[in-house]
């Protein structure tokens, strides 16, 4: 019934997280690239950790070429079928290596906090820097160190959720926070007929003066750190921060 992350989830990934405001997201990214230049949507984009491809539909939507990257080949599988056209890629965030640069760069749904040490969150970092062109923007959000400690209110959630042909899945996810290791750690479980099976997620929170010196050390030395939705800097009490890192230079 154990399963490693994101394999056994993806069959039923899009229907748990129906309501995911990707297109809000998209909206927020998008016009920020527009305000600081990225000449959007003539701009090619990737987006990383793409899962079964959410939020790389929205870019699509609003004009971009764009290509997906994520370590799952079962999230792919899923979005592959979503966006045939798509150019999708399986790749490491911290390893991979592509032939094209990119103008904008994305990784949405703190995909980042799955990187469980600062170095591989660096490492993860670098890469991106040097997949962007000159003058290029990443954008991405994290959870902060509370965001994970404290990532759901009474650390469950539980429902139902249909799936196209009329079946259903059963979710009920649970999370603790690791205090011996600084992870928080949800235990995903879903059942869908007869079908069973749990898979354990763990996230590193990071906060605004963690990801600083990471930054700066991967090559972006011009970076806004903000909150959502409306671009004010971080409280000291927020669960999430949204991250936006340009690449210098002609």
Same mark, same amino acid.
Request: glycine residues 10%.
């Given at each position: %019934? /154990?399963? $490693? $992350?994101?394999?056994? #989830? ?6 748990? %997280? ?25 701009? +090619? ?5 793409? *899962? ?6 929205? #870019? ?6 764009? +290509? ?6 079962? %999230?792919? &599988? ?11 890629? /399986? ?9 094209? &640069?990119? *103008?904008? %760069? ?8 799955? #990187?469980? +040490? $600062? ?26 160190? #509370? ?7 009474? @650390? ?7 799936? $196209? ?21 949800? /235990? ?41 939705? @409306? ?5 000291? @009490? ?13």
């Amino acid at each position: %019934m /154990q399963r $490693p $992350p994101f394999t056994a #989830l993806a069959a039923v990934y899009d229907a748990i %997280m129906a309501d995911v405001e990707y297109d809000h997201w998209a909206d927020f990214v998008l016009s920020y690239a527009r305000d600081g230049g990225v000449p959007v949507p003539d701009v +090619t984009a990737l987006d990383l950790a793409c *899962g079964t491809g959410g939020f790389t539909r929205e #870019l699509l939507k609003a004009g971009l070429r764009v +290509t997906g990257l994520d370590g799952s080949a079962e %999230m792919l &599988r899923e979005a592959r079928v979503r966006l045939p056209d798509v150019p999708f890629v /399986q790749g490491d965030l911290r390893t991979f290596e592509l032939q094209e &640069r990119f *103008g904008l %760069m994305t990784c949405v749904f703190d995909s980042l906090n799955n #990187l469980l +040490t $600062p170095e591989d969150l660096g490492a993860a970092l670098e890469r991106a820097w040097a997949h962007l062109t000159p003058g290029g923007l990443l954008a991405f959000d994290v959870n902060t160190r #509370l965001g994970v400690r404290e990532l759901w209110e009474g @650390d469950t959630i539980e429902g139902l959720a249909p799936l $196209p042909g009329g079946e259903e899945v059963h979710y009920h996810w649970s999370h603790h926070y690791d205090p011996e290791a600084d992870l928080g750690v949800v /235990q995903a479980f879903c059942r869908l007929g007869e079908q069973e099976f749990v898979e354990t997620h763990r996230e590193r929170g990071y906060d605004p003066q963690d990801l600083e010196p990471l930054l700066r050390r991967a090559g972006f030395t011009r970076f806004e750190i903000v909150e959502y939705p @409306d671009y004010a800097d971080p409280a000291p @009490d927020v669960a999430r921060v949204w991250v936006f890192a340009w690449k210098e230079g002609v």
